[in-house]
């Protein structure tokens, strides 16, 4: 009789399904071959050690994208550190499809582990690293030390002249007008040394005691000017026009420091570098060292139990 196609067809599957059971006893076969189960077990090896190596040159570039002092180097040191865990990233991947057919109960759960911790070591990584590249804590100082305190001290000079001016009189209104001179000087100057303190500050609720504080300094600075405005003899007085509009300056530049203070990048960075980073890092180098160790001690048939020697 003339076979249907039907009959082809099954014959089809019937070849098919002998094909896969030759080459899955081939591949059996080979995976029982001493030196082909020695050379798997040190590719094995070697993955996972090219993985511990690549997240420690991950966690070394963030540490420095968080301690560097320019955009520039920050953004340098974080495009560092997310290529070391990118490349981690592809060695976990290779390392679970060699696994998959050839590794362990134990080598799994230990991949499964270190996989878990990675992506919460990612997580934070990026939130980290996006942080560090901003530096606003970095900028907030740059520009409370420079041309903040550089405008307090045009206007505090200037409105030392306007004191040295009256120095040689004693009548009541120099008396008064040195005494609101020397009034805005101090309260600028203490409001000038509230700003590190800001900056470097974490808590929102101190600063939001901080800049209650300057709310009153500056008070007492914009009155005492306005004190001195108000007397006759300073109409027009160069000096207390320029401490005035050096004031002026610096609360404008008080207010970018203060927004740059309030984001925090560097000490958010820095706290979670500290805190949260190196806590799953720790998780992740441990599970790496327990999968390495369980691929060393599995037996290899026919041969003693050896540590296979990585090709570098």
Aim: aromatic content about 4%; overall charge neutral.
């Amino acid at each position: 009789m003339k076979p249907s196609l039907r009959d082809f067809l099954w014959m089809a599957v019937g070849a098919a399904v002998w094909l896969a059971v030759i080459l899955l006893v081939l591949h059996f076969q080979k995976l029982q071959n001493p030196a082909a189960q020695l050379a798997f077990k040190a590719k094995r090896v070697e993955l996972v050690e090219r993985m511990r190596l690549s997240l420690a040159s991950a966690s070394e570039a963030e540490k420095s994208a968080v301690m560097a002092i320019t955009d520039e180097d920050s953004q340098t040191y974080a495009d560092q550190a997310r290529t070391a865990t990118a490349s981690v990233e592809q060695g976990r991947r290779e390392l679970e499809q060699l696994l998959k057919p050839g590794g362990t109960k134990n080598e799994k759960d230990f991949l499964a582990q270190f996989s878990e911790a990675f992506a919460e070591f990612q997580r934070i990584d990026k939130d980290l690293l996006d942080l560090a590249v901003k530096n606003t804590n970095l900028k907030a100082y740059s520009l409370a030390f420079g041309p903040a305190a550089a405008a307090l001290k045009e206007m505090d000079a200037a409105l030392a002249r306007v004191v040295a001016a009256r120095s040689n009189s004693i009548s009541a209104d120099d008396l008064k007008v040195m005494q609101l001179a020397d009034g805005a000087r101090i309260a600028a100057l203490r409001l000038l040394t509230l700003l590190p303190p800001h900056i470097a500050e974490e808590s929102d609720q101190k600063m939001d005691e901080m800049e209650a504080v300057m709310a009153k300094e500056d008070q007492a600075v914009r009155q005492n000017l306005e004190g001195l405005a108000a007397f006759p003899s300073l109409s027009g007085n160069p000096d207390l026009t320029t401490a005035t509009v050096r004031y002026a300056r610096f609360t404008e530049l008080k207010t970018q420091i203060l927004k740059l203070s309030r984001e925090n990048t560097n000490v958010r960075s820095l706290t979670l570098s500290l805190s949260q980073k190196r806590k799953v890092m720790l998780v992740c180098q441990d599970a790496l060292a327990a999968l390495e160790q369980a691929i060393q001690e599995e037996p290899i048939a026919g041969l003693s139990n050896r540590t296979p020697v990585s090709p570098r």
